[in-house]
């Protein structure tokens, strides 16, 4: 289930579940065992070389580091594009489904096409090639993510008003529109308890010339929690479940619970009152109107309704936000903490001080070649890979998209699962692959798993099956530019993992939970090494 709320990062210090967990002691010794080692490495390096690094990986990532700017910028330019484009679909020149899906899927193909053409005739090392490949990547799942969410609010905008306009037929058969809420007012009640009435302003979506004296603030705030309470009554059997078909409502590109977000104050619309009328027709239709009418506001608050999304601050706003998944609203700060900023911008240069040691000192110079013993290569890669994967991770996930979600009052910095049940407990590849990134994870959730179970009535274990695939073919594609080799090994190590998950959750091997995460860790010791040799050596 994709949803989003405020919550904070598992390694800030002001996360209350972290600051009173068991192994918060391991975390500093991990980053002072980790320090003493980096100072030892630049002693015996200055002992024997006369200098504490070379540089030489410095002067290999900052070539030609001013066109690789520019290029980046004009990237995320070109993604501006997607705001008249949701317009002119919103306005309805364009049809979503499906002229307007061919237009957005030739246009991301052209963008990676010409990232991908440009860093070859550019002729860069692998970390420029692989920064703007991945950026690329990035930028196209965001553009998705937009398009595809303003263009399903599109259609069901529409929907809404065929709804709306059967709703007013079927009104005018019980006296009319303003007849028919007095009706409904009077059921609810009869099945309630009296409440305060008064005279507030008609809804904006009130038909035209509607007369009818609406309840005030406190019944309407009142109605709407009875409202919520008989839906919430009413899902109470569905199962919680991301990937329960009864415990969600897919549209196509938005995975929604059925009870996802909290009550609101506001008064309740005249869809909702009418689904107590008592003419299962109107009620039908009422029900139907305002399901689809909740889908065009915002899940958090309500105060944002399609198609006044669309602008070019909501898009920037949305660009800058550290997420893959695009919604009306998302939980927010209420300011900026530039002491904030400042704790992740000194963590971010301190931890790549560190990556950049090991990097330079351990991964660069034991380069695999053919020549090369296999399980030496192996051997020799192993731990230092392992620890650059953990401080990569600590700069992308803790540093870079807290940084970023700080700017943007960002409220939801789960970025990554608790690690001490997810990760260093894994006890499957399921598990982790689920947990470790989860901003790829949720976009792969709602526009790949959800989305093709929807679109195409594909069963859990086909759309699970073309998950892995596109995520694996996206992978293979980033290392076929890093490397220029066209090995499918990655490919072929990732699509490995489904037969994995499967023998994962055969009871007998999920009770073994202590062999479970052995398997899981030397199968992370060894595939980085793994695919280094397998790359740079075959």
Same mark, same amino acid.
């Given at each position: 289930?994709?949803?989003?709320?405020?919550?904070?990062?598992?390694?800030?210090?002001?996360?209350?579940?972290?600051?009173?967990?068991?192994?918060?002691?391991?975390?500093?010794?991990?980053?002072?065992?980790?320090?003493?080692?980096?100072?030892?490495?630049?002693?015996?390096?200055?002992?024997?070389?006369?200098?504490?690094?070379?540089?030489?990986?410095?002067?290999?990532?900052?070539?030609?580091?001013?066109?690789?700017?520019?290029?980046?910028?004009?990237?995320?330019?070109? $993604?501006?594009?997607?705001?008249?484009?949701?317009?002119?679909?919103?306005?309805?020149?364009?049809?979503?489904?499906?002229?307007?899906?061919?237009?957005?899927?030739?246009?991301?193909?052209?963008?990676?096409?010409?990232?991908?053409?440009?860093?070859?005739?550019?002729?860069?090392?692998?970390?420029?090639?692989?920064?703007?490949?991945?950026?690329?990547?990035?930028?196209?799942?965001?553009?998705?993510?937009?398009?595809?969410?303003?263009?399903?609010?599109?259609?069901?905008?529409?929907?809404?008003?065929?709804?709306?306009?059967?709703?007013?037929?079927?009104?005018?058969?019980?006296?009319?529109?303003?007849?028919?809420?007095?009706?409904?007012?009077?059921?609810?009640?009869?099945?309630?308890?009296?409440?305060?009435?008064?005279?507030?302003?008609?809804?904006?979506?009130?038909?035209?010339?509607?007369?009818?004296?609406?309840?005030?603030?406190?019944?309407?705030?009142?109605?709407?929690?009875?409202?919520?309470?008989?839906?919430?009554?009413?899902?109470?059997?569905?199962?919680?479940?991301? $990937?329960?078909?009864?415990?969600?409502?897919?549209?196509?590109?938005?995975?929604?619970?059925?009870?996802?977000?909290?009550?609101?104050?506001?008064?309740?619309?005249?869809?909702?009152?009418?689904?107590?009328?008592?003419?299962?027709?109107?009620?039908?239709?009422?029900?139907?109107?305002?399901?689809?009418?909740?889908?065009?506001?915002?899940?958090?608050?309500?105060?944002?309704?399609?198609?006044?999304?669309?602008?070019?601050?909501?898009?920037?706003?949305?660009?800058?936000?550290?997420?893959?998944?695009?919604?009306?609203?998302?939980?927010?700060?209420?300011?900026?903490?530039?002491?904030?900023?400042?704790?992740?911008?000194?963590?971010?240069?301190?931890?790549?001080?560190?990556?950049? $040691?090991?990097?330079?000192?351990?991964?660069?110079?034991?380069?695999?070649?053919?020549?090369?013993?296999?399980?030496?290569?192996?051997?020799?890669?192993?731990?230092?890979?392992?620890?650059?994967?953990?401080?990569?991770?600590?700069?992308?996930?803790?540093?870079?998209?807290?940084?970023?979600?700080?700017?943007?009052?960002?409220?939801?910095?789960?970025?990554?699962?608790?690690?001490?049940?997810?990760?260093?407990?894994?006890?499957?590849?399921?598990?982790?692959?689920?947990?470790?990134?989860?901003?790829?994870?949720?976009?792969?959730?709602?526009?790949?798993?959800?989305? $093709?179970?929807?679109?195409?009535?594909?069963?859990?274990?086909?759309?699970?099956?073309?998950?892995?695939?596109?995520?694996?073919?996206?992978?293979?594609?980033?290392?076929?530019?890093?490397?220029?080799?066209?090995?499918?090994y990655l490919f072929a190590l990732q699509i490995a993992q489904i037969p994995l998950i499967a023998i994962g959750r055969i009871p007998a091997i999920r009770r073994n939970k202590l062999m479970g995460n052995i398997v899981f860790w030397l199968?992370?010791?060894?595939?980085?090494?793994?695919?280094?040799?397998?790359?740079?050596?075959?």
């Amino acid at each position: 289930m994709v949803t989003f709320a405020p919550r904070k990062s598992l390694f800030d210090i002001s996360n209350e579940s972290s600051t009173s967990n068991e192994f918060r002691g391991f975390f500093t010794l991990f980053w002072i065992s980790l320090f003493l080692f980096t100072v030892r490495t630049y002693i015996r390096s200055i002992e024997t070389n006369g200098y504490p690094l070379d540089f030489q990986f410095a002067s290999m990532f900052s070539r030609d580091a001013i066109t690789l700017a520019i290029s980046d910028a004009v990237l995320v330019l070109n $993604t501006a594009l997607c705001v008249p484009f949701a317009k002119a679909i919103a306005k309805g020149w364009i049809r979503y489904y499906w002229f307007g899906v061919i237009l957005q899927h030739l246009w991301q193909t052209s963008v990676l096409a010409m990232a991908i053409t440009w860093t070859f005739n550019r002729q860069w090392p692998w970390v420029q090639s692989g920064f703007l490949t991945l950026h690329s990547f990035t930028m196209i799942m965001k553009m998705h993510s937009y398009l595809s969410t303003n263009g399903q609010l599109a259609y069901t905008h529409e929907q809404a008003e065929k709804v709306l306009a059967e709703l007013k037929e079927a009104t005018e058969a019980e006296g009319g529109w303003d007849a028919a809420l007095r009706k409904a007012e009077e059921v609810m009640m009869q099945h309630d308890s009296p409440i305060p009435q008064g005279t507030p302003d008609a809804p904006n979506n009130a038909p035209e010339g509607s007369t009818t004296s609406y309840i005030d603030a406190r019944t309407a705030v009142t109605l709407r929690q009875r409202l919520a309470a008989r839906n919430a009554a009413g899902n109470g059997k569905a199962d919680g479940s991301a $990937t329960s078909a009864a415990a969600v409502k897919t549209t196509g590109t938005r995975v929604l619970s059925p009870s996802a977000t909290a009550v609101p104050t506001h008064p309740p619309t005249p869809s909702e009152i009418l689904t107590h009328h008592p003419s299962e027709k109107i009620a039908r239709l009422a029900r139907t109107h305002a399901e689809l009418e909740s889908e065009l506001t915002g899940p958090v608050e309500g105060r944002v309704r399609w198609p006044a999304n669309i602008t070019l601050r909501d898009f920037a706003w949305y660009q800058l936000t550290p997420t893959l998944v695009y919604e009306l609203e998302y939980p927010r700060t209420e300011r900026i903490r530039p002491l904030y900023v400042f704790e992740k911008t000194v963590a971010f240069f301190g931890t790549f001080a560190l990556l950049y $040691t090991i990097v330079e000192t351990f991964i660069i110079p034991l380069t695999p070649t053919k020549e090369q013993s296999f399980a030496r290569s192996l051997l020799d890669l192993a731990l230092p890979f392992m620890m650059a994967y953990l401080l990569l991770f600590y700069i992308i996930f803790e540093c870079i998209c807290n940084a970023f979600a700080e700017l943007s009052y960002f409220a939801d910095r789960q970025f990554y699962d608790d690690w001490v049940s997810s990760q260093w407990n894994s006890t499957s590849w399921d598990e982790f692959s689920r947990k470790w990134n989860k901003p790829v994870h949720t976009f792969l959730l709602r526009h790949v798993y959800a989305s $093709t179970m929807s679109s195409y009535k594909l069963t859990k274990q086909s759309a699970m099956f073309v998950t892995f695939l596109v995520s694996a073919a996206a992978h293979e594609l980033v290392m076929a530019i890093v490397t220029q080799k066209i090995r499918f090994y990655l490919f072929a190590l990732q699509i490995a993992q489904i037969p994995l998950i499967a023998i994962g959750r055969i009871p007998a091997i999920r009770r073994n939970k202590l062999m479970g995460n052995i398997v899981f860790w030397l199968g992370l010791y060894a595939g980085f090494p793994l695919l280094c040799v397998a790359y740079c050596a075959y």
